[in-house]
C-alpha cells in the first residue's frame, strides 16, 4: 500500500517556465512532507519542507503548497533551469511513532535549455 | 565540513556472504536511518535508530542487521538470508530533539551488487 504517490514518473518543461510536481498522500496523520532533489548515484538533496500547519512554504525558486483536504502537495519552481533537471522525491512523516519518512517513487524532471 | 559519510561507493558480494555498509556523521545527530532504493521506486525504510544503543526495525528489514555502538556510526549488514540484495542504499541522519518537524540529511549511497 502506497502511503506517497507521485503519479507522474517523468516531466519535461522549457528553461524560463514553471515546472510543476505532483505528490498524494493517503495516511491522514502524517503531518510534515519534503522534498528532495536527486542526482543518478547520489543521495537525495534536501529542497524545501511545509508543516500541516501551512499551506504555502516558500524559498527562493521553489514553492511548496499543501491542500490537507485533498491530501495532495505541489512543488513549484519558476523560473525553471536546466540545472534543476533531476529526480524529485516527495517525502512525509507522521506524528507520533517513528519519525522515518515515508518516499514517493519520484518524478524525473528535464528541463529543456 | 560536517556531514555524512558512507563507504564504499561500491560494493560486490558473492552468493551466501555478508557484507558490511558503512554509514559516518560529524553533525552530532542522534537519530540515523537506513534506506533501500529500487530502480524506478522510491526510497524504502530498512532500519532505524533514535538514540545510541537502541534501534528498530523498518518496512523492509528482513536479512539486514544493524548495530548503533556510537553515536557518529550506524553500520548496516546485508546477510546472506537477504534475497534481493542489489540496490543502492541510503543512510541519512537528523537532530531528533523532540521536535516532531525533522530534516533527514542524507549520506551519498553504497551500490551493493551481487557476483
Known amino acids: 500500500d502506497q502511503q506517497v504517490k507521485q503519479n507522474s514518473p517523468s516531466l519535461s518543461v522549457q528553461e524560463g517556465r514553471i515546472s510543476i510536481l505532483n505528490c498524494d498522500y493517503t495516511?491522514?496523520?502524517?503531518?510534515?512532507f519534503l522534498w528532495y532533489k536527486k542526482y543518478p548515484a547520489e543521495g537525495p538533496t534536501f529542497l524545501i519542507s511545509?508543516?500541516?500547519?501551512?499551506d504555502k512554504n516558500e524559498d527562493g525558486r521553489f514553492t511548496v503548497f499543501l491542500n490537507k483536504s485533498a491530501k495532495h502537495l505541489s512543488l513549484h519552481i519558476v523560473p525553471s533551469q536546466p540545472g534543476d533537471s533531476a529526480v524529485y522525491f516527495c517525502a512525509a512523516s507522521r506524528r507520533g511513532g517513528r519519525r522515518a519518512l515515508t518516499f514517493g517513487s519520484g518524478t524525473r524532471l528535464q528541463v529543456q535549455p | 565540513d560536517g556531514g555524512i559519510t558512507q563507504s564504499p561507493k561500491y560494493l560486490f558480494r558473492k552468493e551466501g556472504q555478508n557484507v558490511t555498509l558503512s554509514c559516518e556523521q560529524n553533525l552530532n545527530h542522534d537519530a540515523m536511518y537506513w534506506y533501500r532504493q529500487d530502480p524506478g521506486q522510491g526510497l524504502r525504510l530498512i532500519y532505524y535508530?533514535?538514540?545510541?544503543?537502541?534501534?528498530q526495525k523498518g518496512d523492509i528489514a528482513e536479512g539486514y542487521s544493524v548495530s548503533r555502538e556510537k553515536k557518529e556510526s550506524f553500520p548496516l549488514t546485508v546477510t546472506s538470508a537477504q534475497k534481493n540484495p542489489t540496490a543502492f542504499y541510503l543512510c541519512?541522519?537528523?537532530?531528533?530533539?523532540?521536535?516532531?518537524?525533522?530534516?533527514?540529511?542524507f549520506g551519498p549511497g553504497t551500490r551493493l551488487l551481487v557476483l
Open positions: 511545509i508543516s500541516s500547519i501551512k
Open positions: 541519512a541522519s537528523s537532530m531528533n530533539s523532540g521536535v516532531k518537524e525533522e530534516t533527514q540529511y
Open positions: 495516511n491522514s496523520m502524517f503531518d510534515y
Open positions: 535508530s533514535q538514540i545510541v544503543n537502541d534501534f
